[in-house]
């Protein structure tokens, strides 16, 4: 829509805090006028805006039935071939009909791969696939690339740099299967909130600018399912404890409820390990965090382009893992090594909370193979070793230990 917050009205009555102000070269004073719509830079103005922008999207799923969504003013409309375009003169007349015209030269013809704010969606075939694909548009991920080569070529970044950095990840990320990407970003946030000049690139923000630029070398589309797969989803569940009975241990089990299969590992964290993670007031999140990587170490073979229900019960590390990232450094770079791992395998995973005493794998993370409760139930508990890389390796070495474990 063609300057679309000035189309919503203010309300009269706060005519008097609706006013913007210029400065007149030529009167050499200051000239005022009363705005009827929103300003930019008033925080109603967004809250204004998107109540129209919502009630305009419901009429139009609910009323014309149509598949479309909006990111503040700008549409997207997803329309069967069968409509023969139909949906979309239905949509510019009902947008002129409210007053709020569709603006004609940013209008794109409808076709089945289209970009919709930088994102590319593939819809050819969808309807018999199930799926629809996402990618980043190239001009976005050059930009990407660009902005860290040239802060790596120039070795400086600002806080206001890195904060445009972030800001074009973030948004190029969400084209990205599953999470990568959004971890191993703590130097920059370091950099961006808490560093001081000079403004040289430290060890650390080097390294993790060597890691996003791999990561975007490793660009996989995000396939997003329409309906339900063809298998069942994996159902795991993993724990880990931490008390002065013994050594922290950890455990991971999985059950397929395609054939049954069930399978457990659990192991103990070694002393090396532990002081690597320092006296954190986090261990126990991240020994929690371990179970996972254990987890997907010793099923990746049965976990291969499967979908996963992954149960968890702390909450510092579902958060990590929902989100991709952590304010702690230590379960940042475990979420981010997690999510690499993952997407390597082609796995899909929902991350979903559960209570201590429901999880499967509480009895195993204390008890290990003694455990009667895995027993009982018919899993086999192995014993692995957690290896350190996920929460040590540092720039290109994080990738190369992904493909390695994985090969």
Not at 3 to 22: K, M, Q
Not at 278 to 288: Q, T, V
């Amino acid at each position: 829509m063609p300057e679309a917050y000035r189309w919503v009205p203010a309300d009269p009555r706060e005519g008097s805090l609706n006013v913007i102000a210029t400065w007149s070269v030529d009167d050499n004073c200051w000239l005022f006028q009363e705005m009827f719509g929103q300003v930019f830079g008033r925080a109603a103005a967004v809250i204004n805006f998107h109540r129209i922008q919502r009630l305009l999207v419901a009429i139009v799923r609910r009323w014309l039935m149509m598949l479309c969504s909006m990111y503040y003013d700008d549409l997207s409309l997803q329309d069967l071939a069968s409509a023969r375009g139909r949906g979309q003169r239905y949509i510019r007349s009902l947008f002129r009909i409210v007053g709020l015209p569709l603006q004609e030269s940013k209008q794109v013809d409808l076709c089945d791969n289209a970009d919709f704010l930088g994102m590319n969606h593939a819809v050819a075939g969808s309807l018999k696939t199930g799926r629809v694909q996402f990618t980043p548009r190239k001009q976005l991920l050059a930009k990407a690339v660009d902005l860290i080569q040239q802060r790596m070529q120039e070795d400086s970044c600002t806080p206001a740099q890195v904060s445009k950095i972030r800001g074009v990840l973030g948004f190029l990320f969400t084209g990205v299967y599953g999470r990568i990407g959004r971890g191993g970003q703590q130097p920059l946030l370091q950099r961006q909130y808490s560093d001081t000049h000079p403004w040289n690139l430290s060890h650390k923000l080097r390294r993790a600018f060597e890691y996003l630029l791999d990561t975007l070398m490793l660009v996989k589309p995000r396939t997003v399912h329409l309906y339900d797969e063809a298998l069942p989803p994996l159902v795991i569940a993993s724990d880990g404890r931490q008390d002065e009975t013994s050594p922290p241990s950890v455990a991971a089990i999985l059950f397929d409820p395609v054939n049954g299969l069930k399978v457990a590992i659990a192991a103990e964290i070694s002393p090396e390990l532990m002081t690597s993670w320092g006296d954190s007031d986090h261990c126990i999140a991240l020994i929690e965090q371990a179970a996972l990587v254990l987890g997907i170490m010793k099923f990746q073979h049965i976990m291969r382009g499967r979908s996963l229900l992954w149960f968890e019960d702390n909450s510092a590390v579902l958060s990590g893992l929902v989100k991709g990232s952590s304010g702690h450094p230590m379960l940042d770079a475990g979420a981010a090594a997690i999510h690499l791992l993952l997407a390597a395998l082609g796995a899909r995973a929902w991350f979903e909370y559960v209570e201590s005493d429901a999880n499967w794998s509480d009895g195993a993370s204390r008890l290990l193979t003694k455990d009667p409760w895995t027993k009982a139930n018919g899993f086999a508990v192995e014993i692995g070793c957690v290896p350190a890389w996920p929460w040590l390796a540092q720039g290109t070495q994080r990738i190369l230990c992904v493909k390695h474990m994985l090969a």
